[in-house]
């Protein structure tokens, strides 16, 4: 293009020469060509003479150009290149829900020190029994670090809406209490505040609002806290799904009750919401006559409930996962666990 653009430009300065030459002729003989309707000449083409310093410009005008558009060309080149070598910030958000390799089918915790035999025959002797679903069982003492009794406590399952009760670890401790009220955030396409959401996810187990908090917390964030926490076995940045334990939920719920989770007033706004929640099919129907505070986590196959259990004094934490058993079974099992601690 700035080839034939320079052609057509000596082209039109020839003819301007041309011209000057036949004004002076026809000047010399009288012809009264003059020279204001001589300027303003033009060729069939329809351009306008060029004067003898414009050509000048022009040509330094292309180079000027195309120098520049060389430079700008370069630079965009450099910073593809800078921008292939350097993370992009944004990267965070496109693998924020990626992991380590997915674990394995069961994964067997170090054995904790067990403080209850009966407990534990009582455990053995269900998962025998009841060989046409999984189960894994961790009761605990509240405030104890030992283990009561357990069954393929590291086992890991698919945690379900476990993991809505673990959020708010990292709710309470970078956003606080006082400042839900005032945050929305997007739930299916509507504008809600954070505390009622919160709330939702806990008393009704409610899947969209648990999905919207942990979008605005970040995925990786939460499994970062947890893992500080000492829940190494939780994984919820993942892309494809989320894998936990009973152990680790075990872990969560005997913080809560000691108030290691964050302050008191959120301890205590935890718990009484669990103490009220509507899911209560599994460990609170098993002892109608406790104190439970608990969160189920229901995949229609996946089924688990964990929960603070509270009768005449006694206070200790039953977390139960399970694959392939209904709430019934939940419920039995908690039922002889209650009888036998009693």
Same mark, same amino acid.
């Given at each position: 293009?700035?080839?034939?653009?320079?052609? =057509?430009?000596? /082209?039109?300065?020839?003819?301007?020469?041309?011209? =000057? #030459? %036949?004004?002076?002729?026809?000047? =010399?003989?009288n012809l009264g060509v003059t020279a204001s309707n001589t300027n303003s000449y033009t060729h069939k083409k329809g351009f306008r003479p060029i =004067?003898?310093?414009?050509?000048?410009y022009v040509v330094l005008s292309v180079f000027v150009i195309s120098g520049a558009m060389m430079i700008a060309i370069l630079q965009f080149g450099v910073s593809l290149d800078s921008a292939e070598r350097q993370p992009d910030v944004l990267a965070a958000t496109v693998v924020e829900r990626t992991a380590p390799e997915v674990p394995k089918a069961i994964e067997t915790l170090p054995e904790q020190p067990?403080?209850?035999e009966k407990l534990q025959l009582l455990l053995q002797?269900?998962?025998?029994?009841?060989?046409? #679903? $999984?189960?894994?069982?961790?009761?605990?003492?509240?405030?104890?670090?030992?283990?009561?009794a357990s069954i393929r406590a590291g086992s890991w399952y698919?945690?379900?809406?476990?993991?809505?009760?673990m959020m708010t670890y990292t709710l309470f401790n970078r956003i606080g209490f006082d400042n839900m009220r005032s945050i929305y955030i997007t739930v299916d396409g509507k504008k809600q505040t954070l505390d009622a959401c919160v709330d939702a996810m806990l008393?009704?187990? $409610?899947?969209?609002?648990?999905?919207?908090?942990?979008? +605005?917390?970040?995925? /990786?964030?939460?499994?970062?806290?947890?893992?500080?926490?000492?829940?190494?076995? %939780? /994984?919820?940045?993942?892309?494809? %799904?989320? *894998?936990?334990?009973?152990? $680790?939920?075990?872990?969560?719920?005997?913080?809560?009750?000691?108030?290691?989770? *964050?302050?008191?007033?959120?301890?205590?706004?935890?718990?009484s919401t669990l103490q009220q929640q509507r899911l209560r099919a599994g460990i609170p129907k098993g002892c109608s006559d406790c104190v439970v505070a608990n969160? %189920?986590?229901?995949l229609g196959n996946v089924r688990? $409930?964990?929960?603070?259990?509270?009768?005449?004094?006694?206070? +200790?934490?039953?977390?139960?996962f399970t694959s392939g058993a209904p709430y019934g079974q939940i419920a039995e099992l908690t039922s002889r666990v209650v009888s036998q601690i009693d």
């Amino acid at each position: 293009m700035i080839c034939l653009s320079l052609k =057509k430009l000596a /082209f039109e300065q020839n003819q301007y020469q041309h011209l =000057k #030459q %036949t004004r002076k002729k026809m000047y =010399k003989n009288n012809l009264g060509v003059t020279a204001s309707n001589t300027n303003s000449y033009t060729h069939k083409k329809g351009f306008r003479p060029i =004067k003898h310093h414009g050509f000048r410009y022009v040509v330094l005008s292309v180079f000027v150009i195309s120098g520049a558009m060389m430079i700008a060309i370069l630079q965009f080149g450099v910073s593809l290149d800078s921008a292939e070598r350097q993370p992009d910030v944004l990267a965070a958000t496109v693998v924020e829900r990626t992991a380590p390799e997915v674990p394995k089918a069961i994964e067997t915790l170090p054995e904790q020190p067990l403080e209850d035999e009966k407990l534990q025959l009582l455990l053995q002797d269900w998962a025998a029994t009841h060989s046409a #679903q $999984d189960w894994s069982v961790v009761i605990q003492e509240a405030g104890s670090d030992a283990y009561s009794a357990s069954i393929r406590a590291g086992s890991w399952y698919v945690p379900a809406s476990v993991y809505k009760l673990m959020m708010t670890y990292t709710l309470f401790n970078r956003i606080g209490f006082d400042n839900m009220r005032s945050i929305y955030i997007t739930v299916d396409g509507k504008k809600q505040t954070l505390d009622a959401c919160v709330d939702a996810m806990l008393r009704y187990s $409610d899947n969209p609002c648990g999905e919207a908090v942990g979008k +605005y917390l970040g995925w /990786f964030r939460v499994e970062a806290d947890l893992h500080k926490l000492g829940l190494k076995n %939780t /994984f919820v940045n993942r892309k494809d %799904t989320m *894998f936990s334990t009973a152990a $680790d939920a075990a872990l969560y719920m005997n913080l809560l009750y000691q108030g290691k989770l *964050f302050g008191e007033r959120e301890t205590n706004y935890v718990v009484s919401t669990l103490q009220q929640q509507r899911l209560r099919a599994g460990i609170p129907k098993g002892c109608s006559d406790c104190v439970v505070a608990n969160k %189920t986590g229901d995949l229609g196959n996946v089924r688990h $409930d964990v929960a603070l259990v509270e009768k005449d004094g006694k206070k +200790y934490v039953l977390a139960i996962f399970t694959s392939g058993a209904p709430y019934g079974q939940i419920a039995e099992l908690t039922s002889r666990v209650v009888s036998q601690i009693d």
